[in-house]
Structure formats: structure tokens, C-alpha cells
T-cell receptor, first 115, second 116 residues
């Protein structure tokens, strides 16, 4: 079974629109960590954020915000006032305390911001 | 600070040839990972090392693949002989020990391999 599901394969928005990327995870561990990575067209994977399972506080960093809800096993990522430079593939990932260094990546959401 | 450094960035080779991909992790990081990314299979963990020791190589596709980490600042992933289905982007990543498993992965820019 998929441990991390990113149901949105591709999203297109017009510049300045807000966009939310969905991430649903599955785990039986009580201690786990969630991550978002950005992969721009240049190909590198850039770390964006890490949350642990004990901290459900939402986080905001500039135009980026993350909504962690354990009740729905979701860790959604919102970009406010999108820009062309936000165009990339975004990956959600899960690491469980039980399996330590195994990072389970979703299949990614390709975001295109149209100028 | 220098990030994870991979070489070569691009490699085009013919089937049957040996391919060696190289990685220099971030200084001080004690975990090193090799991932493969393809359209069909996404990001796959091939192998990871802790303090230069291979811990889990269950993701290595077959005996044609081997990885080494002779010291804390260098790792190689070798494919011999290479096949067209090995064409992919190979990423190296490192992390440090912030507790057992809290640290995020830092990725290199990847090595794009094309086997003709």
C-alpha cells in the first residue's frame, strides 16, 4: 500500500493565484516525520519543511504554509500568490520512527504557474 | 557550506559498459543514501550507509549494481554491465544524526544516466 499519496498529478494555476498541494499519508507508528521537497526544472531536490508527529501546529514561511492534520492523516502545502518560479514538482515524504532511515516519497505533484 | 556534490552530472554510455557515479556528502553527515528516479517508479532508495557501513541494500536492483563508501567524504555507485533500463537520474543524499531519524535529507543535483 502507498504510504504517501499525492493524488494530484499535475496542477496549473495562473500567477498570483493560491494553490494547495495535497498529501495523505499512512502509518501505524505514533512517532513519524513528514517532509516536503521541491524539484524545479533544473532537477535538484530542495528540502522545504519537516514536521514531527507531535507537533500539529501549522507553519507559515513567507508565501508557503503547511497544514498538518493527524485526524485526516494529511499534510497539505499551500502556496499563496503563486509565482512562475514556483513551477516545479513537489514531493511529500514520510519517515517512521520504526524504520528509521526509510523515507517514503509520494509520486509528486507537478505545478505549473502560468504568467 | 558546500552541499552534496555528485559527478558526473550527465553520462551517456553504451550498453555493456561500466558506469561509476560519485558522491561527496556534506561534511559531518553520517548517513549517505543513493536514490534512483524514473518516471515509472518515482524515487527509489537503492542503498544507504551509516558511518561508511552499508546498512540496507535491499533496494539495489541486482548484482550489476554495487556501492561503496571507503571514507566519510566519498561514495561510489557502480553499474557493471549497464543496460538501457538503468537509464535514470541517480541522486545521492546525506543527513546527520539529529536523534534517531529526524533529520531531513539533503540531495545532490543528481547524475543523469543514459544507456544506449
Amino acid at each position: 500500500a502507498q504510504k504517501v499519496t499525492q493524488a494530484q498529478t499535475e496542477i496549473s494555476v495562473v500567477e498570483k493565484e493560491d494553490v494547495t498541494l495535497d498529501c495523505v499519508y499512512e502509518t501505524r507508528d505514533t512517532t513519524y516525520y513528514l517532509f516536503w521537497y521541491k524539484q524545479p526544472p533544473s532537477g535538484e531536490l530542495v528540502f522545504l519543511i519537516r514536521r514531527n508527529s507531535f507537533d500539529e501546529q501549522n507553519e507559515i514561511s513567507g508565501r508557503y504554509s503547511w497544514n498538518f492534520q493527524k485526524s485526516t492523516s494529511s499534510f497539505n502545502f499551500t502556496i499563496t500568490a503563486s509565482q512562475v518560479v514556483d513551477s516545479a514538482v513537489y514531493f511529500c515524504a514520510l519517515s517512521e520512527a520504526g524504520t528509521g532511515n526509510q523515507f517514503y516519497f509520494g509520486t509528486g505533484t507537478s505545478l505549473t504557474v502560468i504568467p | 557550506d558546500a552541499g552534496v556534490i555528485q559527478s558526473p552530472r550527465h553520462e551517456v554510455t553504451e550498453m555493456g559498459q561500466e558506469v561509476t557515479l560519485r558522491c561527496k556528502p556534506i561534511s559531518g553527515h553520517d548517513y549517505l543514501f543513493w536514490y534512483r528516479q524514473t518516471m515509472m517508479r518515482g524515487l527509489e532508495l537503492l542503498i544507504y550507509f551509516n558511518n561508511n557501513v552499508p546498512i540496507d541494500d535491499s533496494g539495489m536492483p541486482e548484482d550489476r549494481f554495487s556501492a561503496k563508501m571507503p571514507n566519510a567524504s566519498f561514495s561510489t555507485l557502480k553499474i557493471q554491465p549497464s543496460e538501457p533500463r538503468d537509464s535514470a537520474v541517480y541522486f545521492c543524499a546525506s543527513r546527520n544524526r539529529q536523534g534517531a531519524n529526524t533529520g531531513e535529507l539533503f540531495f545532490g543535483e543528481g547524475s543523469r544516466l543514459t544507456v544506449l
